[in-house]
């Protein structure tokens, strides 16, 4: 079943001469439950489709579906509803509150969305997470690795449509790294999380059921691993 449709995707900044087209007419689908990695050299535009497929950069032009909504067919207020609850982002730079404890940033998008917190879901997410003995604690509090599970916990919480990743690992050390893969993997087949991961790192890739490679904003492969 398709949870995400992106059809005839660019995003340009400037004019004239310098045009530049960081996403160039892309366009793809993805399954539900699917683990896609999507790889290209820095400038690439990767970063920039990730964003708009998050519904964090509006395109230039273009459509992305997710689970079947139109997502720039909305305005702006029901566009952040939107994101908050579809849409779960995970950062190379953690994007943590830092006056916020572990616990509270992780059920950040529940209260913000002013729903009732899953206590069930929040202990679960703790324990998978090995965070149960660091929720009082703040992110200076954590070391990297530990931050970067609190981010994974805020972007699972709210049982998000699809789960965008941008560079996950790119701040960890090798055995952080994987270890964070890991942990995406296992909310990939344990909640049957959808999984877009924007990696330069090719031994993370190749974890993926699938590969799309990106080059001057255009799709240069889309390749099945597995599946």
Known sequence: MEILKVEHLSKHYGAGENLVKAVDDVSFSVEKGEFLAIIGPSGSGK?????????????????????????????????????????????????LIPVLTAEENITLPVLLDGRELNQERLKELLDTLGLQGRRKNLPNQLSGGQQQRVS???????APAVVLADEPTGNLDSKN???????????????????????????????????????????????????
């Open 47 to 95: 970063s920039t489709l990730l964003h708009i497929l998050g519904g964090v950069d509006r395109p230039t032009a273009g459509k992305v579906f997710l689970d079947g909504t139109d997502v720039y067919a909305q305005n702006d207020e029901k566009l952040a509803v939107f994101r908050r609850r579809q849409v779960g982002l995970i950062y190379q730079f953690y994007n």
């Open 152 to 158: 994974i916990g805020r972007a699972l919480m709210n």
């Open 177 to 227: 790294s994987q270890e964070i893969v890991e942990l995406l993997k296992l909310s990939n087949r344990r909640y049957g999380q959808t999984l877009i991961v924007i990696t330069h790192d090719e031994s993370i890739a190749l974890q993926a059921d699938r590969i799309i490679a990106i080059e001057d904003g255009k799709i240069v492969r889309d390749e099945r691993m597995r599946g």
